[in-house]
């Protein structure tokens, strides 16, 4: 196990719903990133968090948006569901190591947009 | 654009057998390649992970062959087991502070 715990497990919404994603980081790691991972694809980075800030974001529109607490949980926002933001939301929790930082993942909720 | 292309997308591989998987990446920025593994249901593990001032290294059954000059890096699982069986993805990132890139997966199955 990684440390790191999502909520819920499994969601159903309907299009034009908002939905709040919620994750637990590990211990001691100050950075968090959230990725979304369709069916039969690998993880797609929609952003990352460090010290409550946004620092990074991937090619995902504004109707995604985070924060991150001083606790260093987190939360992915979702406005206006579309059918296409049925995926697999993972959340990633990392440390840096020498010149690496080393994530780690959650085991992620599962939305099902209908 | 797909920065990082992973093959085969399916490998069936015999117990005890050798299974291969192949990474190529793109942005020589990259410096950190890292493998993951997921099972169903499951979110990814961090299996092993290699940076480009070596060429190859080895954990347990778990071995990253990496080819700088080519751009490509491979995990290679010796004396595959059934419990194995899950969906392998290759990862980069620039170590700097990227996020990490995935292929697209490979989903090993090991027969007895």
């Known amino acids: 196990e990684t440390g790191v715990t999502q909520s819920p497990t499994h969601l159903i919404k309907t299009r034009g719903q908002q939905v709040t994603l919620r994750c637990s980081s590990q211990?001691?790691?100050?950075?968090v990133s959230w990725y979304q991972q369709a069916l039969g694809q690998g993880p797609q980075f929609i952003f990352q968090?460090?010290?409550?800030?946004?620092?990074g974001r991937g090619n995902f529109p504004p109707r995604f948006s985070g924060l991150q607490f001083p606790n260093y949980s987190s939360e992915l926002n979702v406005n206006a569901l579309e059918l296409d933001d049925s995926a697999l939301y993972l959340c990633a929790s990392s440390i840096d190591v020498g010149l690496a930082k080393l994530q780690y993942f959650g085991p992620g909720t599962r939305l099902t947009v209908t | 654009q797909q920065q990082v292309k992973q093959s085969p997308q399916s490998l069936i591989v015999q117990k005890g057998g050798i299974s291969i998987i192949n990474c190529a990446y793109e942005n020589t920025a990259f410096d950190y390649f890292p493998w993951y593994q997921q099972f169903p249901g499951k979110g990814p593990a961090l299996l092993i992970a290699?940076?480009?001032?070596?060429s190859e290294k080895k954990e347990g059954r778990f071995t990253i062959s990496f080819n700088k000059s080519a751009k490509q890096f491979s995990l290679h699982i010796m004396d595959s087991q059934p419990g194995d069986s899950a969906t392998y993805f290759c990862a980069a990132s620039n170590s700097g502070n990227t996020p990490l890139v995935f292929g697209k997966g490979t989903r090993l199955s090991v027969i007895a």
């Open positions: 968090y460090y010290r409550e800030e946004e620092n």
């Open positions: 290699i940076r480009p001032d070596v």
């Open positions: 211990s001691g790691h100050n950075t």
